[in-house]
């Protein structure tokens, strides 16, 4: 039972395409998230997404546009791709966005990402 | 300057050795910390957080947080070569999981 899961694992395609990438998450969770994850393994955030409304739109080019159809799913469109698109794309998901716990955080699901290769 | 500064690597130690990994942040708004692990092909994974300063232990993990030195380390025990794999500092203003700003990561290999 995988808890967060992306399609598709690999991705080569060329410059000037469009294509998405899909995640669902089976855990309930209220919020979802879309980051990159360059060569040197920096972990940046693009955008989060809760019950499905937009609430973290980083600075990143509106090539790429996400779509969340329900709680479970959040997709990434990338449009006209360009060479520096290429990376590992993760999602996540959390729980409990905006209410305070004290100590307690939950931390992100990750999924195993997609490897977007654009030549 | 980058919020959150980690040593890259590779880090490479003998089995069975003390590892420690650290990290150095800029906001002294960030309250909340953790250390994920990632495996090769792999999505991070949550190991540890901690709330403010303190140390917090859990097996062979121990995390301490040195928020006057904006300073964060994780020591691992008793290396294994299963521990092979890049860590990642992250932190976060609030307790909610909100935006999490990560470290770049640190490559530890332990050798058999």
């Known amino acids: 039972d995988t808890a967060v899961s992306q399609t598709p694992k690999y991705l080569v395609t060329q410059m000037g395409n469009d294509k998405s990438i899909k995640c669902e998450q089976n855990?309930?969770?209220?919020?979802m998230y879309w980051y990159k994850q360059d060569s040197k393994k920096f972990l940046k955030i693009m955008f989060s997404y809760n019950n499905k409304e937009l609430i973290i739109n980083e600075t990143v080019p509106n090539r790429f546009s996400p779509k969340s159809p329900d709680k479970a799913h959040l997709n990434l469109h990338i449009n006209s791709l360009e060479l520096g698109d290429s990376a590992v794309y993760f999602c996540a998901s959390s729980q409990d966005w905006g209410r305070d716990r004290g100590a307690g955080i939950y931390g992100y699901t990750f999924g195993s990402g997609t490897r977007l290769t654009v030549v | 300057q980058k919020e959150v500064e980690q040593d890259p690597g590779p880090l490479s130690v003998p089995e069975g050795a003390i590892v420690s990994l650290n990290c150095t942040y800029s906001?002294?708004?960030?309250?909340?910390f953790m250390w994920y692990r990632q495996y090769s092909r792999k999505g991070p994974e949550l190991l540890m957080y901690?709330?403010?300063?303190g140390n917090k232990e859990d097996g062979r993990f121990t995390a301490q947080v040195d928020k006057s030195s904006k300073y964060i380390s994780l020591f691992i025990r008793d290396s294994q070569p299963s521990d092979s794999a890049t860590y990642l500092c992250a932190m976060s203003r609030y307790s909610s999981a909100s935006k999490i700003i990560f470290g770049s990561g640190t490559r530890l290999s332990i050798r058999p």
């Open positions: 906001n002294s708004a960030f309250q909340y």
């Open positions: 855990l309930g969770h209220d919020t």
């Open positions: 901690t709330y403010s300063s």
